[in-house]
């Protein structure tokens, strides 16, 4: 093999990780576990830095790495009973004053508790839900690709209208007054949604249109729990708007301690961020470092790196034969 062309490949460092069994939001709005991800997997995600002048916006993320490194591991304990695991220099992205972020990594929040020592706000910015394989959950997914709507709209200034992003992402139905709308409402109260009720009567009918309230958190809730298949294929993330909360609930941090050595996963994603058990993350710290041997098989090579880390690809050469050689 002559004339091989040096590239810079991205490396993993073993910091800014969390243990398996964390939940990851993904793009179609599933919680699977962190280790469950694999590279190309479409995950909902946040721009990691505001631009200036203009506050954070959702948008979808691609998995780029997900690699089980050994690292030193704090356990965090909320208000709720949720507990977490990650390295100490895990950031996450902390709401304070109003709707302002700011990241704090893992050990940031250890000494801030301890400073404080009592209690620290920890605001979780979406809840965390599961497929809802309930007979209700089935007849609202249904009425809702029926009868529903999943409408993203924002108003200009000047009070124009047009599809674009926005605060104002609504889930909203209309029927009939008849059995199947009763049974619909019924069934939304049942599975601890909340929906606003008009009516307009004529002549022959009375039309009812109801709306999930909540905002964007219930909105999304309802959508990757409830799972009405063709308004989840026609949600658009970059039409989500700004990164907001409409969660009324504040967690605390009652307890953060080292637990010792643990394997955990250094997600990276196209976004540097990501949803884990419903708060803001950001994925782990990449850098270049080069590789101690490099084993070449034709197009396939494997970087094997001083930790004993295998890693195939496709190397980008100019092929003067198909000898295997070792660097």
Known sequence: LEDCMAISIPSLQAYGCLTAGHKILTSDLRYVPVETLGMGDKLLAFEAEATKGKKRRWVESEVVANHPVKAEVYKITLSDGTILEATKDHPFLSQYRGNQYIWKTVEELYKQFKKAGSHIRFRRTLPVWSTDTSYEAGYLAGFYDSEGCLCQTEVKPQGRR??????????????????????????????????????????????HTFDVLGGITEVLRFLGSVRPKRLLEKLDISKLG?????????????????????????????????ISEGFLSHNTKFGARQCSRKVQFGLMALDVWPDGVVIPHVHIAKLAGHKTRVN
């Open 162 to 207: 047009f599809v674009v992003s926005a605060c104002q992402n609504k889930l909203a139905a209309k029927q009939k007054e008849n059995p199947c709308y009763r049974t619909a409402v019924d069934y939304t109260a049942k599975l601890g949604y909340t929906i606003s009720n008009r009516s307009k009567s004529d002549a022959r009918e009375n039309i």
């Open 242 to 274: 700004q990164l907001r909360s409409t969660t009324k609930i504040d967690l605390y941090i009652i307890d953060i301690k080292l637990v010792g050595i643990k394997t955990v996963f250094a997600l990276g994603t196209t976004s540097e961020t990501y």
